[in-house]
């Protein structure tokens, strides 16, 4: 068995395989060495993929693994305050069902129930579309260093990895 690819600057092994991004990348690609980026410290590297084990799932521009989940939010920004269900969350944002109108671009101070035994996950977090399936919110940067959204997600990304191998 090939050992898992794991990230060169926190050790773990949950890297997922990111889009080119430079002529440089294009072409190293040719000779199997790709770009990833680990889902844990946001860590972006090159490695050969050859003879590595890494999940194989289609390359989009998703950088982070979205976890699916149920959870109450509520937000505010502005004059506009809402609530609604957090559907699916990653290091990187979260998609969310509200009746609450929204604008691409609007900046929102989110509050998370991961727990109800806990206070709330609070972050910041922009809105990057708004369609059918629901807003879509960016996390803004500090949004992606806080420790209690990273041990949640990871977690749940273990647990989902081993119901996917189960």
């Not at 993929?49 to 989009?60: A, F, S, T, V």
Request: proline share 5%; with cysteine; hydrophobic share 40%.
């Amino acid at each position: 068995m090939t050992p898992p690819l794991r990230c060169p600057h926190c050790g773990k092994d949950g890297v997922l395989r990111s889009r080119c991004r430079s002529v440089w990348e294009y072409l190293a690609s040719l000779l199997f060495v790709s770009p990833f980026r680990c889902q844990f410290c946001n860590h972006r590297f090159l490695a050969a993929r050859l003879g590595r084990e890494y999940p194989k799932h289609l390359i989009d521009r998703r950088e982070h693994l979205r976890i699916p989940v149920r959870l109450f939010l509520s937000f505010s920004g502005g004059r506009v305050r809402g609530e609604g269900t957090v559907m699916d969350i990653s290091m990187g944002g979260c998609i969310i069902k509200s009746d609450t109108q929204v604008h691409v671009d609007d900046i929102f101070y989110l509050q998370i129930a991961l727990d109800e035994r806990e206070p709330p996950l609070e972050l910041a977090a922009m809105v990057r579309s708004v369609s059918p399936r629901g807003i879509a919110f960016k996390f803004l940067r500090k949004a992606q260093e806080d420790k209690r959204l990273l041990a949640f997600v990871q977690a749940r990304s273990v647990g989902q990895a081993a119901r996917a191998n189960g």
